[in-house]
């Protein structure tokens, strides 16, 4: 089975959803769990809810990634927004277990001057302070550009991370490409050796969900700009070996490109047309 999607909106619930997912040929897909800018989530509606775990079940969508708002920094220098990033994602958490047994990917962080090694400590502490043993939901991490003052550029600080984390069967990562590559890490040329790099440093068996992103910029540019599919620096034909590899083929691929839903739709056509 081949897991491929998009970021949809969730503004009108989670069976709109499924329908929207239904429409462009989508088998998984990512939503916010709230607005991405921040701010309360609106209600669960039971109803929703039941309808919408009937329709995935008959569509036979797979696991879904729900992503925590970009404002989300537990190791931001001011308390209060660390203070937001627990209570968010401890209200995320408890509102996933309704759709049990899926992803929720957080961007680490943002240290801020304080450095990397605080960042890490203060997100190793966000989560050990949260998750619980009876949690289904899967927490990732995510890949990231590197970007100002970003945790989590480099796979050794997600490692770092991950080993501080008490409840670690908790815990996984998720690759964004466009990440990746604007970090430095060369997809293009040598996706094996980025792998196994990967595979080296968090072990491959953490990996449970991919980004799938062009980039606007060259790799190790630190930028983090999305390009649709085939229009970037790491274009069609390495993107099409990432879906295709070995070690990464069975995990759910969401895109998060420039696109509305046709333009969704025509990518996703476009990669299962070259899924071997
Ligand atoms: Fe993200
Ligand atoms: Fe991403
Ligand atoms: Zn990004």
Not at 82 to 92: H, L
Not at 130 to 157: Q, Y
Request: charged share 25%.
């Amino acid at each position: 089975m081949f897991y491929i999607g998009c970021h949809l909106s969730c503004a009108k619930g989670y069976l709109p959803m499924a329908k929207d997912a239904e429409k462009i040929g989508a088998t998984t897909f990512q939503f916010f769990t709230r607005n991405p800018r921040g701010g309360n989530a609106r209600a669960l509606d039971e109803n929703d809810i039941a309808a919408f775990l009937k329709k995935k079940e008959e569509l036979g969508i797979g696991t879904l990634v729900a992503h925590a708002p970009y404002t989300l920094n537990a190791c931001s220098a001011d308390e209060a927004v660390r203070d937001f990033a627990w209570r968010t994602m401890r209200d995320d958490l408890q509102r996933l277990e309704h759709t049990p047994g899926n992803l929720y990917n957080f961007h680490p962080g943002s240290h801020v001057k304080q450095g990397t090694e605080t960042g890490i400590r203060l997100i190793s502490e966000m989560l050990n302070g949260i998750l619980t043993p009876e949690l289904s939901t899967t927490v990732l991490l995510e890949t990231m550009a590197g970007k100002g003052s970003e945790v989590g550029g480099r796979f050794e600080e997600l490692r770092e991370i991950l080993d501080r984390v008490e409840l670690s069967e908790k815990m996984g990562v998720c690759l964004d490409t466009c990440h990746v590559w604007d970090g430095g890490y060369d997809i293009v040329k040598d996706l094996d050796g980025v792998l196994s790099e990967f595979d080296r440093v968090v072990g491959l068996h953490r990996l449970k969900a991919v980004h799938l992103n062009d980039s606007l910029n060259v790799c190790g540019a630190k930028k983090d700009r999305h390009a649709k599919i085939g229009e970037g620096q790491i274009g069609l034909e390495a993107l099409v070996r990432v879906i295709n590899h070995p070690a990464l083929k069975h995990l759910p691929f969401c895109l998060e490109t420039p696109n509305e839903l046709d333009g969704y739709a025509r990518e996703i056509e476009l990669l299962k047309s070259r899924r071997v």
